[in-house]
């Protein structure tokens, strides 16, 4: 595997995007209060293959056609505690998180997975 510590903080290879974080909070009725919060963050982004897009499908089974790899000192999170997927916001589009590896022991960065978001 290539160690990528020094090219996700290096200004010449990471692009701009915005990192959303997204929590839920009951209302009542079985609603959910959603509250984003937008972090603007430099990260590394390069488009998934097609070997890595046979892999993945959305939560409703139909197959993703567009993704990235992001790779970033910035934590990204699935689902926990309340919190939704985060989301990263590229040139005006939305990518969801679908599968996170953690690097940060060993080389301080995180990776994952994006799927063009189907949320219009």
């Given amino acids: 595997m290539i160690d990528v510590s020094e090219i996700v903080r290096d200004p010449d290879f990471t692009v701009s995007c915005v990192l959303i974080r997204q929590q839920a909070k009951p209302i009542g009725n079985g609603r959910d209060e959603i509250t984003k919060i937008r972090k ?3 990260a590394v982004l390069q488009p998934l293959t097609d070997a890595q897009l046979v892999n993945i499908v959305y939560a409703d089974g139909s ?4 993704g990235l790899t992001y790779y970033g000192v ?3 999170s699935l689902a926990d505690d309340g919190f939704i ?3 990263i916001e590229f040139n005006g589009v939305l990518y ?3 599968s996170i590896a953690n690097y940060n022991p060993n080389g301080a960065y995180y990776q994952a997975t994006l799927a063009r978001s189907k949320q219009v």
């Fill in 96 to 98: 969801d998180v679908m």
């Fill in 74 to 76: 910035e934590r990204v």
């Fill in 63 to 66: 197959p993703v056609t567009c």
């Fill in 40 to 42: 603007p963050i430099q």
């Fill in 85 to 87: 997927n985060d989301q």
